[in-house]
Antibody
Framework: EVQLVESGGGLVQPGGSLRLSCAAS????????MHWVRQAPGKGLEYVSA????????YYANSVKGRFTISRDNSKNTLYLQMGSLRAEDMAVYYC???????????????WGQGTLVTVSS | DIQLTQSPSFLSASVGDRVTITCRAS??????LAWYQQKPGKAPKLLIY???TLQSGVPSRFSGSGSGTEFTLTISSLQPEDFATYYC?????????FGPGTKVDIK
C-alpha cells in the first residue's frame, strides 16, 4: 500500500525556518518525481515545488522561489521541503504528492499524504 | 503560466442529480488535465487523469471529457459521499496549477 506521511509542521515566527519531511513507503520511491502542494486555511490548492526522481531537476512556484528548497534522500525514501524567510502568507497545510508519470510528463498526482500544518505567527 | 477557471464555484444539488463542472484553461493543454475530490480536513483524491481516464477504484458515475481549453467533470447520479470540493489541475506545463475549486453542497 502506498503511503506518504508528512511531518515537521508547527508554529514558527515570521522570518523563521522549518523543514518538512515526507516519508514514503509501499512503492519504489526512487522511481517517482514528487511534489509539494499547500492549502491555506479555507482556500484552494496552491502548487509549491517539484523534484525529479533522481533529484537532478527541481521546480519552484514564484511565490516560494529563493526561500524554499526541495530535496530528497532516495536511500531513506524521504522527501523534504526546507522553508526559510517564512511569511504569514506561507501559513497552510502542506501536502506531499506522488507524480504518476515523470517530472516532465506528469499525468496527475496519484497519491497524497495527509498534510502537515505550518503556522506562521509571532 | 496557464490559468484555470472553474464554473460554477458553488453548486447545490440533491442525491441522484446529474452534476457537471466545467474547467477552462487560458491556453490549450491537450488532454493534460486531472480532476480531484477533496473533503474537509482530508487530502485531495485523484478521480480522473488525462481528461477522461478514470483512476482505479473511482466509481463509474464519475466521468471526464474535453481537450484543448474546455473540460468537464460529470457525476451521473450524485451520492451522499460525493458532497465535496472538486479541483481541476493542468499538467501540460509547469507550474501544474489547480483551478479555484467547485464546492458541491447538499440542497
Amino acid at each position: 500500500e502506498v503511503q506518504l506521511v508528512e511531518s515537521g509542521g508547527g508554529l514558527v515566527q515570521p522570518g523563521g525556518s522549518l523543514r518538512l519531511s515526507c516519508a514514503a513507503s509501499g512503492f519504489t520511491f526512487s522511481s517517482y518525481a514528487m511534489h509539494w502542494v499547500r492549502q491555506a486555511p479555507g482556500k484552494g490548492l496552491e502548487y509549491v515545488s517539484a523534484i525529479s526522481s533522481n533529484g537532478g531537476s527541481t521546480y519552484y512556484a514564484n511565490s516560494v522561489k529563493g526561500r524554499f528548497t526541495i530535496s530528497r534522500d532516495n536511500s531513506k525514501n524521504t522527501l523534504y521541503l526546507q522553508m526559510g524567510s517564512l511569511r504569514a502568507e506561507d501559513m497552510a497545510v502542506y501536502y506531499c504528492a506522488r507524480d504518476s508519470g515523470s517530472f516532465t510528463g506528469a499525468l496527475a498526482f496519484d497519491y497524497w499524504g495527509q498534510g502537515t500544518l505550518v503556522t506562521v505567527s509571532s | 503560466d496557464i490559468q484555470l477557471t472553474q464554473s460554477p464555484s458553488f453548486l447545490s444539488a440533491s442525491v441522484g442529480d446529474r452534476v457537471t463542472i466545467t474547467c477552462r484553461a487560458s491556453q490549450g493543454i491537450s488532454s493534460y488535465l486531472a480532476w480531484y475530490q477533496q473533503k474537509p480536513g482530508k487530502a485531495p483524491k485523484l478521480l480522473i487523469y488525462a481528461a477522461s481516464t478514470l483512476q482505479s477504484g473511482v466509481p463509474s458515475r464519475f466521468s471526464g471529457s474535453g481537450s484543448g481549453t474546455e473540460f468537464t467533470l460529470t457525476i451521473s447520479s450524485l451520492q451522499p459521499e460525493d458532497f465535496a470540493t472538486y479541483y481541476c489541475q493542468q499538467l501540460n506545463s509547469y507550474p501544474p496549477r489547480f483551478g479555484p475549486g467547485t464546492k458541491v453542497d447538499i440542497k
